[in-house]
């Protein structure tokens, strides 16, 4: 009997609770007309690499016309492909070849904001009375807030007179979602996209679109005016309505929700509320910032980390749904971070850091690379950095007095540009991603980690991640199992079981340089003795992509950064 076959709740579960998604940041993807930036010809070169993983949706960061001043988190128009990625044609193709091979393709929703260069917004800045003159903020007098890119969140426009609000870059004005107009044209434009074979959306910072009103000075504490505000829930229960209710396709809504809490979390995601099926909370990627924020960096402990993961799982256990992701775009890769990218252990951290994230309760995401084993980028000066968030903070600092050397420090860790850097496809120049000259260099260690090395491999972290691909595909208790964390304060074993119905899961993982030896740790599930017998699920050690050993021939010693999951009933 297969471990899905008459499980609770199996039959009716949402079809994305056993789906993972692959992100794809298309300018780095691959290139296909050697321009040096990644574009939609390259990801139709991929499709079946793609295939292959195993993986149920693509995310597709922006790829729509832009100025490209947040590498296309600027929208100028979002009915159309930008020619620097290529055809309206082509991405049409894109969901066609996606579709045939059973994968389903989400779309980036840009709408906090737009680009300054978007004709809603050249309409709204040429005169005080246009009639699209209230789709963005303006005011005579700004308040006190600050953009999150640094500096002011106002700019002064001289044609008019008047600030206009941007929380982001001066060339992304946030609009005012209090215009029924604005909310109408942007549900307009989903429901085209919808049409046009799109399966949903991933919403970028979409709990930043209700703002306190009417504006007035944040003293220093921009979230309280700017998250998760009075109207949200009343405008994601709107576009539920106005977009996604009546229809027939199986689709799929992700909210990110900077700043949100368990408690708001549910709100968001509970099915019977209608906003969307999940949020990517931050928390996880937020406990190695220092008071300063993000660039003041911290360490952090095991303990922190997993006992954060677990109030999540707990808090949506039974209302919402999580996202699972160690990286994407704006994170720096989670070999680097999380893990331990020395090239001794940099394969084996990778392995086990999947295998936890993955055996968690959600929806896995992978961002591109990951299930490669990259890492950081080597980066020795500020010269070296393209990313508009870096580059403003640098200057800022600098010019505030702070050591450059400290600032770069907290860059190298943090910065925007680690996950950039282009897909390692080969050991080719510049990986296989181009042949011309890359936008951002490729990582010098392609040689050393990059899909053609590993596409063969079935001890490789490719093979690993295609093997937990399929077995929230295969196993109940993997996609919809009770979560249960183990030894909450142990400094390197990351524990914690799974449970549905009579199947028990348990996962057990070393994230440290050093055998961990676990006897009586265990007593918690019946002690090592219980578990001799329990069948082999997964495991971070393999030959021939098989687990090395059986637990009845354990010694109770987890090898160094290692991890095993154990099934019995």
């Excluded at 196993?475 to 009579?502: I, M």
Aim: hydrophobic share 40%; aromatic share 10%; with cysteine.
């Amino acid at each position: 009997m297969s471990p899905a076959a008459d499980a609770p709740g199996w039959a009716t579960a949402p079809w994305w609770t056993t789906a993972t998604v692959y992100q794809i940041y298309p300018r780095s993807f691959a290139d296909s007309d050697g321009d040096g930036i990644g574009d939609l010809g390259g990801i139709l070169g991929k499709l079946d690499y793609l295939q292959a993983l195993g993986v149920d949706v693509v995310w597709l960061s922006p790829i729509y016309r832009s100025p490209q001043d947040d590498n296309g988190y600027d929208i100028s128009d979002y009915e159309h492909v930008d020619p620097l990625f290529g055809t309206d044609a082509q991405l049409e193709a894109i969901i066609a070849g996606l579709h045939a091979r059973g994968i389903r393709l989400v779309m980036d929703l840009v709408v906090n904001h737009t680009s300054d260069e978007h004709p809603w917004f050249v309409e709204s800045r040429s005169s005080r009375d246009n009639p699209k003159r209230d789709w963005y903020w303006w005011r005579d007098e700004p308040t006190d807030w600050e953009s999150f890119f640094s500096g002011s969140a106002w700019e002064f426009d001289e044609a008019t007179g008047q600030h206009y609000l941007h929380l982001f870059s001066r060339k992304q004005p946030d609009l005012n979602w209090e215009n029924p107009d604005v909310r109408q044209a942007i549900y307009a434009m989903m429901r085209r996209w919808l049409d046009r074979g799109v399966d949903g959306f991933r919403m970028d910072v979409i709990n930043l679109i209700s703002k306190v009103t009417p504006l007035a000075d944040a003293y220093g504490d921009m979230t309280a005016v700017t998250f998760n505000g009075p109207r949200i829930h009343e405008f994601l229960q709107e576009m539920h309505r106005e977009v996604f209710a009546g229809r027939e396709a199986a689709l799929i809504t992700v909210g990110e929700t900077p700043g949100v809490s368990v408690e708001q979390a549910r709100l968001y995601t509970d099915q019977a509320r209608a906003e969307v099926d999940m949020v990517f909370q931050f928390e996880h990627v937020d406990l190695d910032s220092g008071p300063g924020g993000k660039w003041d960096l911290m360490p952090l402990t095991l303990p922190r980390l997993k006992q954060c993961l677990a109030r999540w799982q707990d808090g949506l256990a039974d209302v919402g749904w999580n996202s699972l992701y160690w990286d994407n775009h704006d994170q720096p890769r989670a070999v680097s971070r999380f893990g331990d990218d020395d090239p001794h252990w940099r394969e084996r951290s990778a392995k086990t850091l999947a295998t936890v994230l993955h055996l968690h309760r959600g929806t896995p995401y992978v961002y591109q690379g990951e299930e490669l084993g990259m890492t950081n980028a080597p980066i020795a000066s500020i010269d070296d950095v393209q990313d508009i968030e870096s580059r403003r903070h640098y200057a800022e600092a600098v010019a505030g007095g702070r050591d450059p050397g400290e600032v770069l420090h907290g860059i190298r860790a943090k910065g925007r540009d680690n996950a950039r850097t282009p897909v390692h496809w080969d050991t080719s120049t510049h990986a296989g991603f181009t042949t011309g000259t890359p936008w951002l260099p490729v990582n010098p260690n392609y040689r050393e980690i990059n899909a053609a090395a590993q596409v063969g491999d079935p001890d490789s972290v490719l093979a690993h991640y295609r093997r937990l691909i399929a077995l929230r595909h295969s196993d109940s208790a993997v996609a919809l199992g009770r979560f249960r964390l183990l030894l909450p304060n142990h400094p390197t074993v990351w524990a914690f079981t799974r449970t549905l119905g009579d199947a028990e899961l348990l996962v057990l993982a070393n994230l440290s340089r050093e055998p961990a030896l676990m006897g009586a740790d265990l007593a918690e599930v019946g002690g090592w003795a219980a578990w001799r017998h329990a069948e082999v699920v997964s495991s971070t050690e393999t030959v021939g992509g098989m687990p090395l050993g059986a637990p009845a021939a354990w010694s109770g010693e987890l090898a160094p950064w290692s991890a095993l999951v154990l099934r019995r009933t």
